[in-house]
Nanobody, 125 residues
Framework: QVQLEESGGGLVQAGGSLRLSCAASGRTFSSYVMGWFRQAPGKEREFVAA????????YYADFVKGRFAISLDNAKKTVYLQMDSLKPEDTAVYYC??????????????????WGQGTQVTVSS
């Protein structure tokens, strides 16, 4: 089993920044993909960004390109999501997820094997 724990959410004004963290523990794997998703009230969970554990290849949803950056610390088994120029429409619960299939970065929630509990991000106007 793998446990994922997010942190770093909170309330911020529009234009501000937050950095989310997701620490992985439990069973270890040689390589995998870590992703960030978000879910706003009344909406489906959507892909935000992902990174391959080996090689650091990244992929972003169009609506966060240039504003968000995903990175990882291999030694700490932690993935980060730096969020800048936040907008009210970024308000959501943010989840990290792990996909054991490291050959390709997936954007569908069903492809991910493990999920964290989520952290709330609220952007005020």
């Amino acid at each position: 089993q793998v446990q994922l724990e997010e942190s770093g959410g909170g309330l911020v004004q529009a234009g501000g920044s937050l950095r989310l963290s997701c620490a992985a523990s439990g069973r270890t794997f040689s390589s995998y993909v870590m992703g960030w998703f978000r879910q706003a009230p009344g909406k489906e969970r959507e892909f935000v960004a992902a990174i391959k554990w080996t090689g650091g290849i990244t992929y972003y949803a169009d609506f966060v390109k240039g504003r968000f950056a995903i990175s990882l610390d291999n030694a700490k088994k932690t993935v980060y999501l730096q969020m800048d120029s936040l907008k009210p429409e970024d308000t959501a619960v943010y989840y990290c997820a792990l996909d054991l299939n490291f050959s390709v970065i997936e954007i569908m929630t069903a492809e991910y094997d493990y999920w964290g509990q989520g952290t709330q991000v609220t952007v005020s106007s």
